[in-house]
């Protein structure tokens, strides 16, 4: 029997662990649940059938999936681990970690034969409600191979390149999120001090050359109603944003439209709030104009 | 009989006014078409049934549309079309133009009975021949509504705003595209700087949050086949760019991001070619780092 | 006997036309002193021995100086003056105006016999008081070399280039003043978060590289202090870097860094007050970066 | 006798040592020399009369000077020191170093009894020449008035801050530099696209609110003059102004500007070669204006 432990049962994390409850269900795996308030993983049991277990337990298992705030997080639980790693084990990170961390932590594991995925996500909570979420992997391809059967909350699985490579991706794809989002937001507020209806300009951009992800469904669903539902948080953003900007100064790259709005999102983040839906960074962009986007 | 005008028979032109001329046949009208090298109006109407006409002749049609490369020519017709014009008649600009020259021309015609129609369009070069444009307007809407028919080269079209205001949105859509296309190039080249694989990554890009139009067809398109087609000319980004800073002047308003794309727009312009195809742009992104996209 | 007339007694204006006084009254000159509001006339010809005078009065002038907050100004009383000009005249425009403006107002008062010289003044209410003002001229060199006399008020006269240039450069130097008052700013928030003594920084940096007449005299003086003297308008420091974004645009040229600065302080008047001291710019770097400059 | 070690006989480091020399003859010290081309501590020895000695020999110093390229080259050569080092010695890193660095070499010399300041100059071969530097301090205090007097190159010391803080303070003010550099280059390229003359506007610049060390300095005599001497690499102020970027990323802060600097001048260091000048990042400001600056 294979086991399989998820770390971190967040807004992403609860819905993939109970992906993977209905796959374990079905391969007769089972599937243990560590998260820093225990209670929720003892909800999770109770709704999923998973097993809620300590650190030391979630260490043995053959496939460790973790999905935290920040890398840091990671190298907590890691750190309380280490000791009771089985080898040959896998661990996948879902995190939207460090490049730079993925490389250190992958040489921790490796000392006690344990394989290191960097695995983050994209699709949002509704793809991971749907468990249809889209998984960038750095690291050993044949690893990825391997535990892409356990990666039941995905329905597309790339390999990107070696360790650290997904967590490059992931962090340059937020960037440009933020790029587009702050972008959009700076022309629809140029627009409507010129007069121009915000609605019918967004319809047009939305047919033409300028469309992003941002423009047709985060602006319209989130700004133009004003109701920035707080699913994915500035502060996050903007740590990933941040983390674009120091893979940039690893590689001596030069990206200053990114280096810029990583700026800007973290001006937001301090005016606006950490815990603020990421679209709420276009209040810092309305107060720069005096001019509501609306 | 109505008789419609057609002036500027470039890329985009020359198949918007052979839809016109479908659309003529149909109804019983007449098209008359104008370019500055009249070699291309003959040919016109050679293949499509249309009219070679001059300045003054094409000055007293029912309906007037110019596609030209910027409001300077726009303003050169109007110039000497001015004592020609017939008081009732609608002018169509479907040029990418300035918001300002729009104000001076709409009141320049309203001296002599003639309406003002900002009206640009995007779709590029395909849209075009398929008649399938999106058309922005800026002006009177009754107007508009009056002249709508006329519009055989689109399929949508929408009211965004008093005189100018079609312009404004053209002026920031393209801008957003500059936005869009600059900044996943950064992205791309600090990611081929760190060894990922750049066909993967903007495979999951483009499954993720942070896709665009430019993430979505022109990169994998024109770049990483290296062709860079020519169908839309650096140089006239880099000028609608501009057009969208100097709304933002205009109205007293602050866009940072735009502004230094608007910059980095108009240096790849110089470094690269104002002829190239705006893809190219991010050959000066290339050389930034040291590194090409592919 | 020679006319002078000086036209805007603000902050600037006043003591400039002062020193034009003392000047005048030496050489058996005669100045007209105008004011939008009246009052200010009357008080400085009580105070210095001026004659207030009416706008078609000053028109007759020898040499005409205006000292106006921006060019659409000096359009105002152009046009009101227009029609009494005196050929042989010269126009001396002290305002911090507009490149373009500078072509049209010179193209105008020539149809006139009128000579016009952009020669807007640096060195702040401090030069303007001791008389030690900078002066950049554009226009013709010998008109410069004719009128260098009456600059009773400058102790510096630089001819730098044709019509235009002297607005071209006062724009430019502004801008410059705002990008390192503002890059200074960043420098300073950050260490400050990153717990540096901020005065024993300054000290430092005054004493290195990095020095400009921000770090040596404004933020000592008016921001560490937290004094914020409102000498220089922060919504006319935004003014003039838009002017020098409106230049670059001109001539097709490429200022990323101006152009982001222009916008960040565009932002800064929306959200700190346009008529606060152009120092207090700053404070929406300590808001973006949730730390005071002190 | 005190023995006092200097590693790192570059275009700073090499006069230095020789006030070192000076100072030591004076007070009965001796003075090691070691450099990764032992041929220079030779030279250096015959000119000055140093010891050239191997990084065993220099270990065993009261105080150990460095004076290296990055803090990489500082780690190398303590990393072989280590084993060799005496306790109650003091480590005074004179390079311009990494904050981040800091930290950990100063944890690494702690637990061998050695206090570790950052120390980094500012000033150029011609202060290093004239033994006028300017040093700026991280690090105990105490112990910074205790190394004071072996401070023989410097003409003002000031302590700003604990650990790293001396590393921050000198990114930042490198930063700085690149600022005005970048930005006064970019305001005179647009001012030459417009006709204006560039020494009367450098001239009027320098007596205005806009200037700044690289207005005053190193542009006339740099820039202007095409020279570009290559005493202060591109590389390594793109390097120093990336320690500002990791800077402001390690405490959450926001410096657009400074961050937007960083990255053009990481491509300038790319499209213009990492070993000439930092002045001559002005080439790729005169490459995306197609101006000269001159």
Redesign the interface.
């Known amino acids: 029997m294979t086991t399989l432990a998820f770390l971190g049962l967040g807004a992403m994390g609860d819905p993939m662990a109970a992906h993977l409850a209905t796959y374990a269900r079905a391969h007769g795996h089972r599937v243990l649940v560590w998260n820093r308030t225990a209670a929720k993983a003892g909800a999770h049991a109770a709704t999923h059938g998973t097993h809620p277990a300590t650190l030391e337990e979630a260490a043995a298992a053959d496939v460790i999936f973790t999905c935290l705030p920040t890398s840091a997080e990671v190298d907590e639980v890691m750190h309380q681990m280490r000791p009771h790693l089985r080898p040959g084990a896998t661990w996948v990170d879902c995190t939207s970690g460090h490049?730079d961390a993925a490389t250190r932590q992958a040489a921790e594991l490796a000392a006690h034969g344990v394989t290191f995925l960097d695995a983050p996500v994209?699709?949002?909570t509704v793809g991971a409600q749907q468990g249809r979420l889209?998984v960038?992997v750095g690291g050993d391809a044949a690893a990825m191979d391997a535990a892409r059967p356990h990666l039941a909350f995905a329905d597309?699985v790339?390999?990107?390149?070696?360790t650290?490579?997904g967590f490059?991706?992931k962090a340059?794809?937020?960037?440009?999120?933020g790029?587009?989002l702050?972008?959009?937001g700076?022309?629809?507020?140029?627009?409507g001090?010129?007069?121009?209806?915000l609605g019918?300009?967004l319809?047009?951009?939305n047919?033409?050359?300028?469309?992003?992800?941002?423009?047709e469904n985060l602006i319209p669903q989130r700004v133009l109603t004003r109701e920035f539902p707080p699913t994915f948080a500035l502060g996050l953003l903007?740590k990933d944003a941040?983390i674009?900007?120091?893979?940039?100064?690893?590689?001596?790259?030069?990206?200053?439209?990114?280096?810029?709005?990583?700026?800007?999102l973290?001006?937001a983040?301090?005016?606006v709030g950490p815990a603020e839906d990421h679209t709420a960074a276009l209040k810092l962009?309305e107060?720069?104009?005096?001019?509501e986007i609306l």
């Open positions: 490049p994209s699709g949002g889209t960038m597309k790339v390999h990107v390149g070696g650290g490579a490059a991706v340059v794809n937020n960037a440009l999120l790029v587009t702050w972008a959009t700076e022309g629809l507020a140029v627009l001090r010129a007069g121009v209806n019918a300009a319809d047009v951009i047919a033409s050359s300028g469309r992003s992800n941002a423009s903007a941040g674009a900007v120091d893979l940039t100064q690893g590689v001596q790259g030069s990206a200053p439209v990114i280096a810029q709005v990583a700026a800007l973290r001006a983040q301090h005016v962009i107060a720069m104009n005096a001019k």
